[in-house]
Every structure is written in structure tokens, then in C-alpha cells.
């Protein structure tokens, strides 16, 4: 076959990358649906267990917060030593305090044990 280009006004069929005549080998796209679809199954992977510890983390810091707000806004009429453990009750009232007395030694509803560490933040242990 006779390839004639108007741009360059020459026969240019021997500098084609692809054949130009009838007996030229076929051009036949590659199957690419199967990579494609590898590649999609490994990223969503990839991407949901990244979304999955990102959850993760929320949730720990949402917790985090929870514990902090709740022990900030209790009743408390003393300044709270790094390092050591104070439980929260409610009392008679449904209002929250803190105290350094044992849930063995006091008779109020215990909401939980927590430490206060050196960034401040109230961080619940197990009593």
C-alpha cells in the first residue's frame, strides 16, 4: 500500500511504526482487563486496611477525649498529682467528682479509674 503524507508531501509507509499493507501482521490490542483488575483488587486492599488503622486511631483519640472531657468537667477541689490514679464517681446528685478514695472504699456508682500523665491528659486504667 501506497502511504502518502500531506504534511510532509512524501511517502513515508517504511517509517511507520505499524504495518501499512494488507500482508502486514495484525495490531491486536493487549488484554490489559486482567492487570487492571489485579491492580484495582491491591489498591482497595492497600486502602481499606490504611482506612481501617486510621478508624482505629480515630476511635482511640475520640476515647481519649471522652475520658479527658469527662474527668475535666467533674467536681474536684484539689490539684491532681502526674502520676497518680483517681477514680470518678457520681454522686446522690448524677454529678461527676474525682477522688483518691478506692471503688472498695466508697459506696458511690465508680465511672472509672484514671491516671493523669505528664501531658496533662487523663488516661483510664483498670482499678
Not at 38 to 65: A, T
Not at 74 to 85: D, I, L, Q, R, T
Amino acid at each position: 500500500m501506497v502511504v502518502f503524507n500531506d504534511e510532509t508531501q512524501q511517502f513515508d509507509a517504511a517509517l511507520k511504526p505499524y504495518g501499512t499493507s494488507a500482508s502486514s501482521p495484525v495490531i491486536k490490542p493487549l488484554n490489559t482487563a486482567s492487570w487492571k483488575n489485579d491492580g484495582i483488587q491491591r489498591v482497595n486492599k492497600q486502602l481499606k486496611s490504611e482506612f481501617e488503622e486510621v478508624k482505629k486511631q480515630y476511635e482511640n483519640l475520640l476515647q481519649k477525649f471522652q475520658y479527658n472531657d469527662l474527668v475535666y468537667n467533674a467536681k474536684f477541689s484539689f490539684e491532681p498529682n502526674v502520676g497518680e490514679v483517681y477514680h470518678l464517681y457520681y454522686n446522690k446528685k448524677e454529678e461527676t467528682f474525682l477522688s483518691i478514695i478506692s471503688p472498695e472504699q466508697c459506696n458511690f456508682k465508680h465511672l472509672g479509674s484514671f491516671r493523669l500523665n505528664s501531658d496533662k491528659m487523663w488516661e483510664k486504667v483498670e482499678a
